[in-house]
């Protein structure tokens, strides 16, 4: 099977190094890719947001298989295209899309599908923005405003706060530049993320993961699109991935078919376990990152089998998953300033190691391998159980140099430590 992926993070990397161990895999390309992807695939220099030079490239290389990684291609239509060109493609249409790229369309899909998630309004004028403020937040007794960017913002839309000044400038922000701005109400729990393969109505889970947004140890600062993961989560109880399936995944999955937008892919929920049970804090049509570099870390399936059954309609005949046992840590390394501009153009020392996976990285004249984006790679460990896997990502990360780096140190510690329990 002829492969190609579609994006440039460690994502991607990730996707790529899963696919090379299918021995269905006879080439693998990748479009753009980075100083990493380099090394396992093909790389094409296209935009990746153009339809006409992704099919471009797809027919030209003879592709069996497009896997799109990141949600902008998606939002555009670029599978779609792919399609109607002859050739599978692992990702939604452009209508499905909208469940990740416009919040509303979420919010709409999901009260029609009776799925537990946030209370929420749109404010699209500013005149109506404090009184909006007032009906959320510790005004109306939660823990904080959640002001989100209606659109898609690669993670850094999203303010989450107590204090009203920080959330008040956010949205202004955002109404300014003419964003709509969603005000909603606080999920208080742990957060899961479970991405499931999905085709129509047939919905095989991953394994559970949980992410950390915010930049420094402890939940502190500015969120970002993601500082570190693990998986599996072994504070979660069983039956719970089940749950979420039947009471989240598959309702939306049933509720986009009826609405003729039927799903293609992967389709992320990202949830709070609150004390009333499972909330959705938000969908995404796409692999998150860097939860995907954990996840894939585990599967012992065949990946470019699945994906190809679900952009082909046999999900539903697919064998159930096999996984590796034990726990997979990942860490990002992010650039000096990161969320903020990043800080570019340093020579990176041990990028080369196995297990490290690529974001922001470029292979400069010299042949240095240097950064290039605010999040520039993901180191991945993986053990016998979390402390394990902590403890290789963090061996892996203590060998790279990187001046300015920062990367969080508290990764999947709470759950190694046993610190992690739902309410009730
Ligand atoms: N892990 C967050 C995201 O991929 O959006």
């Avoid at 209508?95 to 946030?118: H, L, P, Q």
């Avoid at 959640?146 to 008040?168: F, H, I, Y």
């Avoid at 949830?271 to 998150?288: H, I, Q």
């Amino acid at each position: 099977m002829h492969v190609l992926v579609i994006g440039s993070g460690a994502r991607e990397h990730a996707l790529l190094l899963a696919l090379r161990r299918d021995p269905e895999v006879t080439a693998l390309a990748v479009a753009p890719g980075n100083a990493g992807t380099a090394a396992v695939a093909d790389q094409y220099d296209v935009d990746i947001t153009s339809s006409e030079a992704v099919v471009a490239l797809a027919t030209k290389l003879g592709t069996d298989l497009v896997v799109v990684g990141p949600e902008v291609p998606l939002v555009l239509g670029v599978a779609d295209a792919v399609r109607e060109a002859g050739i599978a493609c692992f990702g939604p249409s452009r209508d499905a899309a909208r469940i990740e790229g416009s919040k509303a369309f979420a919010k709409d899909v999901m009260d029609a599908a009776g799925v537990r998630t946030a209370r929420s309004e749109i404010v699209d004028n500013p005149a109506h923005l404090d009184a909006a403020l007032d009906r959320f937040g510790p005004a109306a007794g939660e823990r904080a405003w959640v002001v989100k960017d209606d659109g898609l913002a690669a993670g850094k839309g999203v303010v989450v706060s107590d204090d009203r000044d920080a959330a008040r400038a956010h949205a202004a922000s955002l109404l300014d530049s003419g964003h709509p701005v969603l005000l909603e109400s606080f999920l208080d729990g742990p957060e899961v993320s479970l991405f499931c393969v999905v085709d129509g109505e047939t919905v095989v889970a991953l394994l559970p993961a949980q992410d950390f947004k915010r930049v420094g140890d402890g939940d502190s600062g500015p969120n970002t699109g993601g500082m570190g993961a693990y998986a599996p989560l072994p504070w979660l109880p069983p039956g719970t991935v089940e749950q979420i399936v039947a009471e989240v995944v598959e309702p939306v999955a049933a509720e986009l078919v009826r609405r003729g937008s039927s799903f293609s892919g992967l389709l992320y929920a990202g949830l709070a376990m609150t004390s009333r049970g499972p909330s959705v804090v938000e969908f995404n049509c796409r692999f998150g990152d860097p939860e995907t570099q954990s996840v894939l870390a585990l599967l012992g399936t065949p990946l470019a089998g699945l994906l190809h059954a679900a952009a082909t309609g046999s999900l539903a005949e697919q064998p159930p998953l096999v996984w590796n046992d034990g726990a997979a840590v990942t860490v990002v390394l992010a650039a000096e300033n990161y969320p903020g501009r990043p800080r570019v153009g340093d020579a990176i020392i041990g990028a080369e190691a196995d297990g490290v996976l690529h974001a922001g990285t470029a292979r400069r004249d010299d042949g240095a391998i240097v950064s290039s984006g605010g999040r520039v790679l993901s180191v991945v460990g993986t053990g016998a159980d979390l402390t394990a896997a902590r403890d290789a990502a963090y061996a892996l990360m203590g060998s790279i140099r990187l001046p300015g780096a920062h990367f969080r140190t508290d990764i999947g510690l709470a759950a190694a430590e046993g610190r992690l329990a739902l309410d009730g």
